[in-house]
């Protein structure tokens, strides 16, 4: 099976720049995505094909992907921004496959 | 507008099968590139997808899950059916459908607001 690997927490502070790792084997091969979910609320789409935003996400939200390693990077973050962050992609044989996710704290 | 809502029972016991219902508005299932997928997520737990269903009637399933998965569709109804059997208190979750944009590649891009079903005697 495939797998996806992120950080349990990434924490930082108001106005300065997260980054978020999601980690599998030649995930650079494939289309990564980003969904942000807070407490209580259906995830959202903030990254897709790797480093695409849909419309109504923020600027400062991008992505990158190359290798094994696709980055959800959130410049000058905001106390809006904490929830937790999946990546996901799409593997030929198992299908859909979810990051464990990570808990952005902004303190 | 895309919207996607989940229903079913909030409440099973172990050893039933859980039937739940996703109805969709804002699309067709007919439309090429389109599908939908459930994904759940146990109370305080990671998101975790469990099936999907394509405008071709393709159908793909969690390896893990797949023996105890069925997903189908109506497309005159514009609903999903997403069947689990053998339910134990591990599958206590709130369960999710969204939209799949296969062709566009934008991903899980419209999610429902998940219903909770609680797995207990």
Request: hydrophobic fraction near 30%; charge should be positive; avoid cysteine.
């Given at each position: 099976s495939y797998d996806l690997t992120q950080p349990p927490s990434v924490s930082v502070s108001p106005g300065q720049t997260a980054s978020i790792t999601c980690s599998g084997d030649k995930l650079g091969e494939k289309y990564a995505y980003w969904y942000q979910q807070k407490p209580g609320q259906s995830p959202v789409v903030v990254?897709?094909?790797?480093?695409?935003?849909?419309?109504?996400i923020p600027e400062r939200f991008s992505g990158s992907n190359s290798g094994n390693t696709?980055?959800?990077?959130?410049?000058?973050?905001?106390?809006?921004d904490e929830a937790d962050y999946y990546c996901q992609a799409w593997d030929r044989s198992t299908g859909v496959v979810f990051g464990g996710g990570t808990r952005l704290t902004v303190l | 507008q895309i919207t996607l809502k989940e229903s079913g029972p909030t409440l099973v016991k172990p050893t039933q099968t859980?039937?739940?219902t996703c109805t969709f508005s804002g699309f067709s299932l007919t439309s090429t590139a389109v599908g939908v997928g459930w994904i759940r997520q146990p109370p305080g737990m990671p998101l975790e997808w469990l099936a999907l269903i394509f405008?071709?009637?393709?159908?793909?399933?969690?390896?893990s899950l797949k023996s105890r998965l069925t997903i189908?569709?109506?497309?005159?109804?514009?609903?999903?059916?997403?069947?689990?059997?053998?339910?134990g208190p591990v599958d206590t979750a709130t369960y999710y459908c969204s939209h799949y944009d296969y062709g566009g590649n934008s991903g899980f891009d419209f999610w429902g607001q998940g219903t909770l079903v609680t797995v207990s005697s």
């Open positions: 990254i897709y094909k790797d480093i695409k935003r849909p419309s109504g696709a980055t959800l990077t959130i410049s000058g973050t905001q106390a809006m | 859980l039937t739940l405008w071709n009637d393709d159908k793909r399933y969690s390896p189908t569709k109506d497309t005159s109804k514009n609903q999903v059916v997403l069947t689990m059997t053998s339910m």
